[in-house]
């Protein structure tokens, strides 16, 4: 059985997405702030037996990956982004953060994934969507339930939000790979879960019906 539980964390109030199962694999998607308030919902899911498992980042922004490094620490916990996003953040806009003065430094990556690569973290599948438009190396993470297998989650980041997308005048956002990143999440089932970076959850099938930034 899945668990997924949210923390609410920063300035911009960033989605850290925690998963993990009955089997005590865990693994924490953007901690992007609020190392201490992650980490106790960490410990309260199976103290007595738990898999630290891993860090996943969906992009390289300063909410996003602010208390990687920290979370990862505390946990045991290898940290994963994608190549071209690790690559992106090495370039002079770092994290992103200047412009708003809440700059967080380039966490440590363990490991770097591409499009198509499927992350394991114990018994927990994570299939990686490369989603380029708001940063060029954003991913979205889509997760079988393995009890479940009509049900599926996205992990979207800052790609697809409720009503919304990811913006695309930051540096290195492209408003028409953020199309055609969209139009990749058009071949998914309605019954996707929609788990975004901020702001609520949603599906595929509502996103649809009703984002007008939905390709048509």
């Known amino acids: 059985m899945i668990k997924i539980d949210r923390v609410v964390v920063g300035h ?6 925690i998963v993990s199962n009955d089997k005590g694999d865990i693994a924490v998607i953007d901690p992007g702030d609020d190392t201490d308030a992650i980490c106790a919902v960490i410990d309260g899911l199976a103290p007595e037996h738990k898999n630290a498992g891993a860090v996943i980042l969906t992009h390289g922004h300063f909410d996003h990956v602010g208390s990687a490094d920290e979370v990862a620490d505390d946990n045991g916990s290898f940290v994963y982004m994608s190549e071209e996003e690790f690559s992106f953040i090495q370039g002079e806009q ?12 380039v ?7 591409h499009d198509g690569d499927t992350l394991k973290v114990g018994a927990l599948k994570f299939d990686v969507i490369m989603t380029p438009g708001h940063t060029p190396g954003s991913v979205c993470l889509l997760l079988q339930d393995d009890t479940d297998e009509q049900k599926y989650y996205l992990f979207s980041g800052d790609t697809l939000f409720a009503q919304s997308i990811g913006r695309t005048d930051l540096v290195g956002g492209d408003e028409t790979k953020m199309t055609q990143s969209l139009e990749r999440l058009d071949t ?12 609520t959850t949603t ?9 007008q930034f939905w390709p048509r």
């Open 188 to 199: 998914l089932p309605d019954n996707v879960e929609v788990f975004p970076g901020h702001g």
């Open 203 to 211: 599906t595929l099938e509502l996103e649809r019906a009703i984002n």
């Open 107 to 113: 966490p440590i990556v363990d490991f770097k994934f």
């Open 12 to 17: 911009l109030e960033t989605n850290c997405w």
């Open 94 to 105: 770092g994290t992103g953060g200047r412009e708003f003065d809440l700059e967080a430094p």
